[in-house]
């Protein structure tokens, strides 16, 4: 069965939403707090990887009637599925790059 590029119901592939799968595994984070774990990405990067997680369902966004207010993200189930897929992927290119000496095993 083929499954066409845009059909695809999520962007594992692009540059940021790894880091920010990695950085809420451990669970509930503020964005400050995101941000310092994943210190090359700029502010409004982040901002527009965690709205489109949010939009295709990985990521919720909590805000809190605060002063200073506050928001906190936190992946949901269907996120955390994608850990899983994250770390076949990882697997896999820590295999298949050590054969072809592009990375160390």
């Known amino acids: 069965m ?15 939403t790894a880091h920010v799968l990695r950085g809420l595994a451990g669970g509930r984070r ?28 990985a990521v919720t966004r909590t805000e809190f009637d605060e002063n200073p207010p506050r928001v906190e993200y936190e992946l ?5 599925k994608l850990l899983g897929l994250l770390d076949m992927c990882c697997d896999w290119a820590r295999k298949n790059w050590a054969r072809e000496n592009l990375v160390e095993a």
Not at 2 to 11: N, Q, T, V, W
């Open 2 to 16: 083929e499954c066409r590029h845009d059909a695809l119901p999520y962007r594992v592939g692009d540059k940021w």
């Open 30 to 57: 503020r964005f400050t707090e995101l941000r310092a774990e994943i210190p090359a990405v700029t502010a409004k990067v982040l901002t527009s990887t965690l709205r489109a997680m949010e939009r295709e369902g």
């Open 76 to 80: 949901t189930e269907h996120g955390r």
